[in-house]
């Protein structure tokens, strides 16, 4: 009898000793998260536990992901710095900028008259930091008929500030337009601004016609030299060609979401020659604004996407549409039907993996392009085809489903969720006079709005709807 309990305790023993062993096997990983009160990083590591590598097409391995809280709301616009060493972020109606190997903020660069920042860019050799800011001025409305005709008049400005110190060199404000999308040209000779609706006529009181356009302003003396008229929509996403030669914009209505027809608006991008100014093309692809545009390292593809759920790949030689996917991305009101159709009490249903595309790069090798998508997810495509060939879901996706619904003071009414995913500025106008409620997705404040690949090609960073920054490792 004895020598059975005796037995029977060694082998509890073993037991004990092979749990033990396994506990001490590696299975953690480390991020850092920064302060939401002072934006400092904590310097308390939290562990979350590591997925096991995925194969393509299902999710690249993601070996690192840091998350810095830096704002309270959405993220319209990151940046790198050209070494890498810094990200700057618009939110909050200010810019921040986090020293990324400690985690730091490092600068708050604030808004001017109560505007809020829509864009983010460093120069070609990091000395100049840029930040687009806008607001709503004026806002009225007349019935004639059975039409209610809506009036927006905005304001805006950009900042130029010293990368380092944060001392502001310069304010572009040429006739109070509002600012949208910001791009330094590859040489830094350039700052590119997108800006509408103008009005042609200034002095027009009525229902003035009015047209976006790029603004570029040497850098060397900051003066406005050139004006890159579009069409009667805003402009609202740029890029520059690598090769300096080229420009594209994008247009964009800017309260599109609401529910209200846009008379006679075309969803174009436009192509013009930086040098002499001329308009190249037109390339009339889509049919809802446009949020993105990237080229391709050699500058011979231009890739578009836009609220109409497509990526398109235009040839800037030649002008002719080479590709275009939209089988894994559904519009606003299909994913309002399935968020319906799987709904449930508790609001915290499992968000399903489609959307359309906020944000494009081109990997450094030119092979992929990367399009950053409203439901958070990293969509991989092949250059050429356009296959997707992978997907990459954030740590703790999906993440937590509430909406902030906000209130316009001047018409009492709520303003639109989808304003907010993309990036309308009534956010700036209502601060404070939110309330939270239990929402439906996509309408959530994890969606991703921004994302900046870093110069070696490594790194994405990407801008939420929770004013949270995630850095995510690439392969």
Not at 18 to 44: C, E, L, V, W
């Amino acid at each position: 009898m004895r020598f059975g309990f005796l037995r029977f305790i060694r082998l509890l023993s073993i037991v004990i000793l092979i749990i033990f062993a396994g506990f001490g096997r590696p299975k953690t990983q480390t991020a850092y998260r920064a302060s939401a009160r002072d934006g400092q990083a904590s310097g308390q590591a939290k562990t979350q536990e590591v997925r096991p590598p995925a194969t393509a097409p299902t999710e690249p391995p993601n070996k690192k992901e840091l998350v810095f809280s830096r704002h309270d709301d959405v993220v319209p616009s990151v940046a790198f710095s050209p070494d890498g060493k810094r990200l700057a972020s618009a939110g909050d109606n200010c810019v921040k900028v986090t020293d990324l190997e400690t985690g730091k903020e490092l600068l708050r660069l604030k808004n001017s008259r109560g505007m809020s920042y829509f864009s983010v860019a460093y120069s070609p050799d990091g000395r100049t930091l840029a930040g687009a800011q806008s607001m709503l001025k004026e806002k009225s409305s007349r019935r004639t008929g059975d039409t209610t005709i809506t009036t927006y008049i905005y304001f805006g400005e950009v900042v130029v500030w010293d990368a380092q110190t944060g001392a502001v060199k310069m304010r572009l404000n040429e006739d109070n337009c509002p600012t949208w999308a910001l791009a330094f040209s590859p040489d830094g000779k350039w700052l590119a601004v997108a800006t509408g609706p103008i009005p042609e006529d200034r002095e027009c009181k009525g229902d003035c016609p009015a047209f976006g356009e790029i603004m570029l302003w040497e850098t060397g003396d900051w003066k406005l030299t050139r004006r890159l008229r579009a069409s009667s929509a805003p402009i609202r996403a740029l890029a520059f060609s690598p090769d300096g030669r080229s420009i594209a914009g994008g247009a964009g209505v800017i309260d599109e979401g609401r529910g209200d027809s846009v008379e006679d608006f075309k969803a174009e991008v436009f192509l013009w020659d930086v040098v002499s100014g001329d308009l190249k093309q037109k390339f009339p692809g889509h049919t809802r604004s446009i949020t993105s545009l990237a080229f391709s390292l050699d500058s011979r593809l231009l890739a578009s996407a836009g609220l109409d759920r497509m990526l398109k790949i235009w040839d800037c030689h030649t002008y002719e549409l080479k590709k275009m996917a939209s089988d894994q991305m559904l519009s606003i009101e299909e994913m309002q039907t399935i968020s319906d159709a799987t709904s449930s009490k508790s609001g915290k249903n499992e968000m399903p993996p489609i959307s359309w595309l906020n944000a494009l790069s081109f990997s450094r090798d030119g092979k992929q392009i990367i399009g950053g998508s409203g439901d958070s997810i990293i969509r991989f495509y092949e250059s050429e085809s356009v296959k997707l060939v992978g997907i990459l879901k954030p740590r703790g996706w999906p993440f937590f489903n509430t909406v902030m619904t906000f209130y316009d003071p001047i018409s009492g009414l709520p303003t639109s969720d989808i304003d907010k995913q993309n990036r309308i500025i009534h956010r700036g106008l209502s601060r404070g006079l939110g309330v939270i409620r239990l929402g439906r997705w996509p309408f959530h404040p994890g969606s991703l709005n921004s994302m900046a690949l870093s110069p070696d090609g490594k790194t994405l960073a990407i801008g939420n709807f929770d004013g949270k920054i995630r850095l995510l490792t690439l392969k």
